[in-house]
C-alpha cells in the first residue's frame, strides 16, 4: 500500500496537466468536475497509505519510496522520493480532504467566471506542489513544493489579474516569501555542508544522535525559521497574508488558511532533532515570536470591516499559536492545531465566500446585518466555525488551543499570559463578526454614506441576499461536522485518549516535551481559557448586539491601520528603497558606461596623429580584422614553407 | 601527447567536429550565390543548413561515451605543422552541452524571426556566426581557437548594425570595440604562452591546449600574467560587472534573432573560455584570482538584478537579467569544486534556453505592438493568454523555481559556492530575491492589469511561433525535473577539471562538505587547507 503513495501528488498533476491543455475544451462545469474527482481519488490514496501506515508498529511506521534520482552532483545526490511516515500523511489526509471538499465548492463559488478551467488547474497544480512539500523525503524537494505552492498562490492571488490591486498583491506575496525562501536556501547549504546529505533521514538520523555541533544546528534552525516566518505569515514577514484576500474565496480557504501558510509549522516539526540540538535561544525565539505574532494579528482582527480581512489576521493569529507551539516543545499540539485549524478556518472562509456571493461580492461587513435569516446553513455552519476557534468545549479549537496554553505555561507563565489574552481577543474578534454579519437588522439595502440619492439603495433592496447552491453548502456542513469532532483525535484525559500523539510518535524522535504540571493545574489552566473565551465573547456581544458599549473603545485606529506597519513599509519601498534602485541604475549609466565613453574619449584625444589612419568606422575596422587574419595566416603559411 | 590522446580516445571514422564548423560555412557560401530576391528559398536553405548541423550537433549526444573525462570524436588536421598550429577539435563534457545548445539555437533563431530586408546577407552572417561559435567549443589549438573567438565578432556585429532597430550602429560599435580591446591582450597571452611552454620544455613550438595544460611548465609569475590576458578577454565577453555596459545597448539594439544568439551563445564564448583556457590553462593563477572573480560574480549578481528592475524597456530588462545570471555562473566557476562547476555549466545552457526564449517572446510582442518599452503595454493576458502563460513558464524559469531548468544550475552554484566561501554564497542567494522582483514585476506592467488602447487586440501566439518555442519550453521543463543525463555526461570531465586544479595547486582540495564538522563564525578558508 504504501508504494501507492506516489499516486497521491501524481493525480493532482495529471489533473493539472489535462486542464492547462484541454481545459477550455473541456469547459464548465467538467474542468471543475475533473479536478475534484482526482482530488477525491487522491484522499482516497492518501487513505489507504494510512490505513496500512495505522496499523503498524512504530518502529514500523517510517518509509522511503524513491521513484528517481533528481540530481546527482558531486557529493550531493538527492532523489524525487517520499517520505511516508506519520507526519507527512496527517498533512496528506488534510491537504487532500479539505482539498477535495474546497474544490467541490469552487465549482459553485466560480460558476460564470471566464477564466473557469484555469482557475481548477491551477488548484490541482497546487495542491500538487503542496503534496510534494509535505511528502518530500528531503529538503530540497520541500523546497520545490514550497516554491510551487509559493508560485501557485502568486497566479490564483493574481487570479482576476485586470485589476491592478489583485496583480500587485500576488506580486507581493510571492517577492516576501521569497526574502523566507533565500533562509530555506542558506539552510539547506548549511545542511550539506555538515551533514553532506539533504534527505530528512540521514540528517534527521544524525542530529538526533548528536553529531551535529551546537552553533551549526543553530545556524541551520534559525535559517529553517527565517523561511517558515515567510511562508506563515508570522511577524515580521506577515505583511503579505491580508493583501493576498484579494483572491477568489476558495483560494483563500485552501492555501492561506488551511495548507499553504501550515507550511512553516509543517517543516520546523520536521526538522524537530536540528530544533533540539540549537541553542536554547532558538526555542524561545519560536515561541515568543509565535505568542507575539497571535496576539499583535488579535487586536488588527478586531478592527477590520472586510471580513476576509478579519479571517486573514485570524489566520495570522492563530498561525502564532502553532508557532508558540513549536518553540514549546509541544509538536503534537501544533500539529493538532494545525489540522483543527484547518477544519474550522477552511470553513470559516468558505462561510464568508458563500457570505460574498450571497452579497454580490460585497465584502464590507458594515453592509451585512441579519443574514441568517437569508442563508440558514451558511449561518448554522458558521456558528460551528465561531465556537471552534473561539475556545469553547467541546468544539475541535478548544481541545488543541488548550493542549497549546498547557505547555505554554509549562514552559513560562508569560507565554501562557499572552497566549490567554489572544484567545480572548480571539473570541472577542469572532464574535464581532458573527454579529455584524449574521445577527440584528439588515443592512444590505441602507442607504450608504456617500452615495446621492436612494437610488442604489433601492437597486441593492431588489437583490435580496441569497443563500448558495448545494456544491457551496455541501462542503461547509462536511467541513461543519469535522470542526466539531475533530479535537476528540487527541483528549487530554489519559494516555490512552492522545491518539495523535501515539501515531505521531515515530516522526517526532524523542523531542517531545513532556508536561510537568499535574492535572489539576492542567484543569484549572482549561477552565480560565474557557471563562476568558466567554468573556471575549460576552463583552462581543454588549458591544455588537446588545449596543451597550461604544464600538469606538475596541476598533482603534491604530488597530484598523494594523499597526501602521505596512503603510511604513510601502512607504519605504517606495521612496528610498526606490531611490537606492534608481541611484544604482544612474550609477550604471553615468559611471560604469560613462567610464568607457571616458577612456573611448581619451584614446580619441591621444590619437590625433593617427587620425590619418583611422576613419573612425568600424566597419573598416570589422573589415580590417577579416584582412588581418588573413595577413597572420598567410605569414605563418609562408613561414612554415620556408 | 596529443598522439597520445589520439591514440588512447580512437577517433572517429567522420570529423563529425569540423564537420559543424564546414557545414555553416558551405551553407552561407551556397546562400551568397542564390538570387536575392527570392528569401523564402534563402530561408529554407539557411534554415535546413542550421537544421543539418543542429542534427548533428544531437547525433554527438548519443554518440558521446558516458563516463569518459577525456576529449572525444577528436579529429586532427595538420595545418601548419612547423608552427606547432594544427586544427585539432575535441569535445568533452563541458563542451558537448555548448555545442548542442548552439546546435539548437541556430534553427530556432533562423526559424523564428525573418530579417525583413537584405535576407541573403543576413542569412550568410548567421551562418558564419554558427560556424565560429562551433569552432570555439571545439577548437583544442589555442590558435584556432582565438581565430574562431575573433571571427564572431565580425557576423555580429554586422547582425546588430545592419538588421537592429535604434541607435544600432553605435551599439553595434561598442560592441565591437569593447570585446575587440579585451582579446587584444589575449593574443599576447596566447603567443606568450607558447613561446614560454618551448622554452621550458625545450620541445618544439606548439598551441596544442592539452600539451600546455598537461605540463604545466610556466613558472608561477608568468602563468598569473598571462592568465590575467585571457582573463580580460573573457571577463569582456562574459560579460563580468563592471565591464557589461556593451550588452544592455548590444541586445537592445540587436534584432531578435541576434539577441536570442548573443544571450544564449555568446556570452557563453567567455564563461567556457574561463574553464577551458583558464582553470585548466592556469589552475594556479585561477585559485590565485578566484576571490577577484567571486566577488565581481556576486556583485554582478545582485547590482545586475537591482538595474534590471529599474529598466523601462523590456529587452534592456532582459539584459540586465544576463548579467545577474552570469554572476551566478562565474560565482559557480571560481568555486573550483564540482557542485560550483556543474552548476555553472548547467546554468550556461539553461540560461540559453530560457533566456533566448525570453528574448523570442519579447521579439514576438515587439512585432505585434511596435514598441518594447514596458509602459507602453499592459493587460496583455486578457488578448493574449497562450502567449502570457508561455511568458509565464520562461519567467519562472528565470527566476530558479525548482522543477524548471533554472533552479537546478543556480541551486548548485550555491551549494558548491557555500561549500567554498560561506559569505558570497549567503549574499548571492540573495539574489533570488531580486529576481522575482524585476521579473515579476515586469510582468505585472506587461500582462496584468486593464488592456487599453491597441493592448487590448494584441493577436495571440501564432503555429509557427508555438512550434518554435515549444522544444525550448519542452527543455525547461525537462531539465528542470530530470537533470540527471545532462549533469552524468557533464561530471566526469568536471571532475577531472577540478582534480587537475587541485593537483597543481599546493595545499589546495576540493572544497567539499564538512560531515560533522562545525561552522563556525570566521571559519572561511578551509577551501585553502588541505
Redesign the interface.
Known amino acids: 500500500m504504501v508504494d501507492l503513495i506516489w499516486l497521491v501528488p501524481a493525480l493532482p498533476l495529471g489533473g493539472f496537466i489535462v486542464l ?1 491543455f484541454c481545459g477550455r475544451r473541456i469547459g464548465e462545469p467538467f474542468a471543475g468536475w475533473l479536478a475534484t474527482g482526482v482530488m477525491a481519488g487522491s484522499f482516497i490514496a492518501t487513505v489507504a497509505v494510512f490505513l496500512d501506515m495505522a496499523g503498524r508498529s512504530a518502529h514500523d511506521r517510517r518509509a522511503v519510496v524513491t521513484l ?9 545526490s538527492v532523489d524525487v522520493g517520499f517520505l511516508v511516515d506519520p507526519l507527512s500523511l496527517t498533512m496528506c489526509l488534510f491537504i487532500t480532504g479539505v482539498g477535495a471538499l474546497i474544490h467541490l465548492y469552487s465549482v459553485g463559488y466560480m460558476h460564470g467566471d471566464a477564466g473557469f478551467p484555469r482557475f481548477f488547474a491551477y488548484l490541482n497544480l497546487f495542491t500538487f506542489a503542496m503534496l510534494m512539500l509535505v511528502l518530500g523525503d528531503n529538503l ?1 524537494l520541500t ?2 513544493g514550497w ?2 505552492v509559493g ?1 501557485c498562490s ?2 490564483l492571488i ?1 487570479f482576476w ?4 490591486a ?3 498583491a ?2 507581493k506575496a ?2 516576501t516569501n ?2 523566507g ?2 533562509g530555506f ?2 539552510a ?3 545542511t ?5 546529505s539533504l534527505n530528512y533521514v540521514d540528517v534527521l538520523d ?1 542530529s538526533e544522535a548528536g ?3 551546537q ?2 544546528a543553530t ?1 541551520i534552525a534559525v535559517m529553517l525559521l527565517v523561511g517558515a516566518v515567510g511562508k506563515s505569515a508570522q511577524f515580521p514577514l506577515y505583511l503579505w497574508l491580508p493583501d493576498a484576500m484579494a483572491g477568489p474565496t476558495p483560494v483563500s480557504a485552501l492555501i492561506h488558511a488551511a495548507t499553504m501558510v501550515t507550511s512553516g509549522v509543517y517543516l520546523l516539526t520536521r526538522v524537530n532533532p536540528v530544533i533540539a540540538d540549537a541553542a536554547g535561544w532558538v526555542p524561545d525565539l519560536i515561541a515568543w515570536l509565535g505568542v507575539g505574532t497571535a496576539l499583535f494579528a488579535a487586536t488588527i482582527a478586531m478592527a477590520q470591516t472586510d471580513i476576509k480581512k478579519v479571517l486573514a489576521y485570524s489566520t495570522i493569529s492563530q498561525l502564532g499559536y502553532m508557532f508558540l507551539a513549536v518553540g514549546s516543545g509541544a509538536y503534537v499540539a501544533a500539529v493538532f492545531h494545525m489540522v483543527t485549524h484547518a477544519f474550522f478556518k477552511a470553513l470559516l472562509f468558505l462561510g464568508s465566500g458563500s457570505v460574498i456571493h450571497g452579497m454580490d461580492g460585497d465584502q464590507d461587513m458594515r453592509h451585512y446585518g441579519g443574514l441568517r435569516r437569508f442563508m440558514p446553513v451558511t449561518a448554522g455552519t458558521f456558528v460551528v466555525g465561531w465556537l471552534a476557534i473561539a475556545g469553547v468545549p467541546p468544539f475541535s479549537g478548544f481541545w488543541s488551543k488548550d493542549e497549546i496554553l498547557a505547555f505554554a505555561w509549562n514552559k513560562s507563565p508569560a507565554l501562557w499570559f499572552v497566549g490567554l489574552l489572544t484567545a480572548v481577543l480571539t473570541a472577542f474578534y469572532m464574535t464581532r463578526l458573527m454579529a455584524m454579519t449574521f445577527s440584528g437588522e439588515s443592512r444590505y439595502a441602507d442607504e450608504r454614506p456617500g452615495e446621492e440619492d436612494g437610488g442604489a439603495a433601492a437597486l441593492r433592496a431588489d437583490h435580496t441576499p441569497h443563500e448558495s447552491p448545494r456544491t457551496m453548502t455541501a462542503p461547509l456542513v462536511v467541513l461543519a461536522g469535522l470542526a466539531m469532532v475533530a479535537g476528540f483525535v487527541q483528549l487530554p484525559f489519559s494516555s490512552s485518549t492522545k491518539w495523535l500523539e501515539h501515531w505521531l510518535e515515530p516522526s517526532l524522535y524523542s523531542n517531545e516535551v513532556h508536561l510537568g504540571i499535574g492535572g489539576g493545574t492542567q484543569f484549572l489552566l482549561a477552565a480560565i481559557a474557557v471563562v476568558g473565551g466567554v468573556v471575549g465573547i460576552g463583552v462581543a456581544v454588549a458591544v455588537y448586539v446588545k449596543a451597550r458599549v461604544d464600538r469606538g473603545l475596541f476598533e482603534q485606529a491604530i488597530f484598523a491601520d494594523a499597526w501602521r506597519i505596512d503603510r511604513s513599509v510601502a512607504r519605504f519601498m517606495g521612496g528610498p528603497g526606490r531611490q537606492g ?2 541611484a ?2 544612474r550609477f ?1 549609466e553615468r559611471v ?2 560613462g ?2 565613453f571616458g577612456v ?1 574619449d581619451v584614446v580619441r584625444r591621444l590619437a590625433g596623429l593617427g587620425r590619418l589612419f583611422h576613419s573612425g568606422m ?2 573598416t ?2 573589415s580590417g ?2 584582412v588581418g ?1 588573413v595577413a597572420l595566416i598567410t605569414w ?2 609562408v ?2 614553407t620556408l | 601527447m596529443t598522439a597520445v590522446l589520439l591514440a588512447s580516445a580512437g577517433t572517429s571514422s567522420f570529423p563529425v567536429l569540423p564537420a559543424l564548423v564546414v557545414t555553416p560555412v558551405l551553407g552561407a557560401l551556397l546562400v551568397m550565390v542564390l538570387p536575392r530576391r527570392r528569401p523564402e528559398l534563402l530561408k529554407l536553405v539557411a534554415v535546413s543548413t542550421a537544421v543539418v548541423t543542429g542534427a548533428m550537433s544531437f547525433w554527438l549526444l548519443s554518440a558521446f561515451k558516458v563516463g569518459d573525462p577525456g576529449f572525444q570524436f577528436l579529429s586532427e588536421t595538420p595545418w601548419m605543422g612547423d608552427l606547432g598550429v594544427s586544427l585539432l577539435f575535441g569535445i568533452d563534457g563541458i563542451s558537448l552541452f555548448l555545442v548542442i545548445l548552439t546546435g539548437l539555437l541556430f534553427p530556432v533563431a533562423l526559424l523564428a524571426i525573418d530579417p525583413g530586408h537584405d535576407a541573403r546577407p543576413y542569412y550568410a552572417w548567421m551562418l558564419l556566426l554558427e560556424a565560429g561559435v562551433m569552432g570555439v567549443f571545439g577548437a583544442l589549438d589555442l590558435i584556432v581557437f582565438f581565430l574562431c573567438f575573433e571571427v564572431v565578432l565580425v557576423p555580429m556585429y554586422f547582425l546588430i548594425g545592419r538588421w537592429g532597430h535604434g541607435n544600432s550602429a553605435r551599439a553595434a560599435t561598442k560592441f565591437f570595440l569593447y570585446t575587440m580591446a579585451g582579446s587584444a591582450l589575449m593574443l599576447v597571452g596566447i603567443l606568450a604562452l607558447a613561446f614560454l611552454h618551448a622554452d621550458a620544455t625545450g620541445a618544439d613550438i606548439s598551441f596544442d591546449l592539452v600539451a600546455i595544460a598537461e605540463a604545466q611548465s610556466l613558472s608561477t609569475g608568468a602563468a598569473r600574467w598571462i592568465f590575467a590576458a585571457f582573463a580580460l578577454a573573457f571577463a569582456v565577453k562574459v560579460p563580468i560587472f563592471p565591464l557589461h555596459t556593451w550588452l544592455p545597448d548590444a541586445h537592445t539594439e540587436a534584432p531578435t534573432a541576434g539577441s536570442v544568439i548573443l544571450a544564449g551563445v555568446l556570452l557563453k564564448l567567455g564563461t567556457y573560455g574561463f574553464l577551458r583556457f583558464g582553470l585548466y590553462l592556469f589552475p594556479e593563477a585561477s585559485h590565485y584570482f578566484a576571490p577577484v572573480f567571486l566577488t565581481l560574480g556576486v556583485v554582478g549578481i545582485v547590482y545586475g538584478a537591482i538595474v534590471a528592475t529599474m529598466q523601462a524597456d523590456l529587452k534592456r530588462l532582459v539584459a540586465y537579467s544576463s548579467v545577474a545570471h552570469l554572476g551566478f555562473i562565474i560565482l559557480g566557476t571560481f568555486a573550483l569544486n564540482t557542485e560550483g562547476i556543474e552548476g555553472g555549466l548547467l546554468q550556461m545552457v539553461n540560461h540559453g534556453v530560457s533566456t533566448g526564449a525570453l528574448f523570442l517572446l519579447v521579439g514576438m510582442i515587439y512585432e505585434r505592438r511596435g514598441t518594447r518599452m514596458i509602459g507602453d503595454l499592459g493587460g496583455l493576458q486578457k488578448s493574449a493568454p497562450v502567449l502570457a502563460g508561455v511568458f509565464m513558464v520562461v519567467m519562472l524559469s528565470s527566476i530558479g523555481l525548482p522543477g524548471l531548468n533554472g533552479f537546478v544550475g543556480e541551486f548548485l552554484v550555491l551549494l558548491g559556492a557555500f561549500n567554498a566561501h560561506r559569505w558570497w554564497a549567503v549574499a548571492a542567494a540573495g539574489g533570488v530575491i531580486l529576481a522575482a522582483l524585476y521579473l515579476l514585476w515586469a510582468y505585472q506592467r506587461v500582462f496584468h492589469g486593464p488592456a487599453e488602447g491597441d493592448n487590448a487586440d494584441m493577436p495571440d501566439l501564432g503555429l509557427r511561433e508555438a512550434l518554435v518555442l515549444a522544444p525550448l519550453l519542452a527543455l525547461i521543463v525537462f531539465m528542470g525535473v530530470y537533470p540527471k543525463p545532462v549533469i552524468e555526461r557533464m561530471e566526469p570531465a568536471v571532475d577531472s577539471l577540478v582534480r587537475h586544479v587541485e593537483f597543481h595547486v599546493d595545499g589546495f582540495s576540493e572544497p567539499v562538505s564538512q560531515m560533522g564538522s562545525e561552522i563556525g563564525p570566521l571559519d572561511d578558508s578551509h577551501g585553502e587547507h588541505g
Open positions: 492547462i528517481f534520482e533528481w540530481i546527482p552532483a558531486g557529493d550531493l530540497l523546497f520545490l516554491e510551487g508560485a502568486y497566479m493574481s489579474f485586470t485589476e491592478p489583485n496583480a500587485t500576488g506580486k510571492f517577492v521569497r526574502i525562501d533565500w536556501m542558506v539547506m547549504f548549511a550539506f555542508f555538515t551533514f553532506g544524525a553529531t551535529v555541533a552553533t551549526t545556524l534602485f534608481d544604482t541604475n550604471d560604469v558606461d567610464a568607457v573611448a568600424v566597419r575596422y570589422a580584422i577579416g587574419a605563418f603559411l613561414r612554415s
